[in-house]
């Protein structure tokens, strides 16, 4: 079981640039989950998906869309980068019922210059 | 204010120390309260979790929970310098369907 893998794992992009982070578990959850981590700010929700086919905004959602392609992968797009988008992105999956059991990917650090 | 405060140290003990680390909250409907380890530059991985107040205790870790004092602890017992790591409190409720976090306490055991 590789868990919850993440790519790329460093991405540098210039403000304007898009792309989309990719995520997938192998542990047959049902949410998902994408983070951002920042220096004193702690792990902050951008969106998670409690089951396939929906999605639903964490606290810092603007900026961002996902998609829940599948029950494996849920992937993060960034459509117009900016500066304040520096920051660490980690994916997490959970079991059904248990969003306290969250099990995280490795990250991705993204520069936005 | 933040619904959940975590002191971000660094806090340095020696080798063989006991451990204490805590973070308040302010929301009186979180019912869940874990424990995340993060060592430098990983993913998050869980630790400990409890439900509602109590103690919880696993090999040299031992989680606990207030709620009067919407306080939790963790305390880590014959700490090791592998126990270097940041630790984050993550707190949840049922009608959430996900987890607030604190901002981290990064620990540093010293050989």
């Known amino acids: 079981n590789a868990g919850v893998t993440q790519t790329p794992k460093f991405q540098v992009l210039k403000t304007g640039q898009s792309m989309t982070l990719q995520c997938a578990q192998d542990m047959n959850h049902n949410s998902m989950y994408w983070y951002r981590q920042d220096p004193g700010m702690g792990l902050r929700l951008i969106y998670y998906?409690?089951?396939?086919?929906?999605?639903d905004k964490g606290e810092v959602p603007n900026g961002y869309n996902v998609s829940r392609l599948n029950k494996r992968e849920f992937s993060l797009r960034l459509e117009s980068a900016a500066p304040s988008q520096t920051s660490v992105y980690f994916c997490?999956?959970?079991?059904?019922?248990?969003?306290?059991?969250?099990?995280f990917g490795p990250g991705t650090r993204l520069t936005v210059t | 204010q933040k619904e959940v405060e975590q002191d971000p140290g660094p806090l340095s003990v020696p080798e063989g120390a006991i451990v204490s680390l805590n973070c308040t909250y302010s929301?009186?409907?979180?019912?869940?309260f874990m424990w995340y380890r993060q060592y430098s530059r990983k993913g998050p991985e869980l630790l400990m979790y409890?439900?509602?107040?109590g103690n919880k205790e696993d090999g040299r870790f031992t989680a606990q929970v207030d709620k009067s004092s919407k306080y939790i602890s963790l305390f880590i017992r014959d700490s090791q310098p592998s126990d270097s790591a940041t630790y984050l409190c993550?707190?949840?409720?049922?009608?959430?369907?996900?987890?607030?976090f604190g901002s981290g306490t990064r620990l540093q055991v010293q050989p």
């Open positions: 997490a999956s959970s079991p059904r019922g248990l969003a306290f059991e969250q099990y």
């Open positions: 998906s409690a089951s396939e086919g929906t999605t």
């Open positions: 993550a707190m949840g409720d049922t009608g959430r369907r996900a987890l607030t």
């Open positions: 409890t439900y509602s107040s």
């Open positions: 929301n009186s409907a979180f019912q869940y």
